[in-house]
């Protein structure tokens, strides 16, 4: 019998480990933000939550978590099409015995993901981006001292808290920003995270919610 894809077994599969802490290492090495173990895990967990939230099935949860986990693993390879190629060492990893429409959908899912201009393909790919694109956690930044680090860096180590808050009564996701202004001004954020921040608003779309942005409680979307 055909082995059902779980979260535990990608989690804990040796390969997927290597090309996250290779895929960190390509990025610690350009001074760009964290995307390891760590950015994974937390892509992993929203997007789980914001299906599981919306009350889609068990499945769908942890088919969109499972996505959302090995969404950026072909980053050791580069930058360039990254999604096109962690989309590609999934189905190595999984091998062509169990190449069903589960593992499709996580490709698809995985595949879209860096496709800022079109919708995500599926609810499954709406919750990766949501997972994804909302990491905007301080802890990320290589380096605490603002002055070492570009203006990418300075919004990233400015924002203190990420809060993403489904209303399921209403249909809204709420992603709520606590960030520091003596780091970054808000404008600062719009200027560099505002292609993320439409990216949540078309995912959002596909999940039939409207999604809102609150910066230190005021809400700006
Ligand atoms: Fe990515
Ligand atoms: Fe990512």
Known sequence: MKQ???????????????YLKYADYAFSSMGYKEHGSSHAL?????????LRD?????????????????????????????????????????NKDRYDGDAFSIVGAIGCHEDKCFAP??????????????????????????????KHGRVLLACKKVDVVVKKEKMK?????KIDTMICSVMDYFEIFMG????C???????????????????FL
């Open 54 to 94: 919306l009350g889609y099935d068990q499945r769908q949860q942890e088919l969109a978590k499972i996505a959302a986990y090995v969404h950026d693993i072909g980053l050791f390879i580069g930058k360039q099409d990254h999604a096109q190629s962690s989309a590609v060492i999934f189905l190595n990893i999984i």
């Open 173 to 177: 996701i709420e992603l709520h920003l």
């Open 121 to 150: 393909v599926s609810e499954i790919a709406a919750a990766l981006v949501i997972g994804d694109k909302t990491d905007m956690r301080y802890e990320r930044a290589r380096t605490k001292d603002p002055f070492c680090l570009d």
């Open 4 to 18: 059902i894809l779980t979260f535990e077994e990608i989690e804990n599969n040796v390969e997927v480990q290597t």
């Open 201 to 219: 608003r078309k995912a959002s779309d596909v999940l039939k919610c409207n999604f809102e942005l609150y910066i230190n409680e005021d809400k």
């Open 196 to 199: 993320r921040t439409n990216y």
């Open 42 to 50: 937390y892509s992993a967990t929203v997007a789980c939550q914001v």
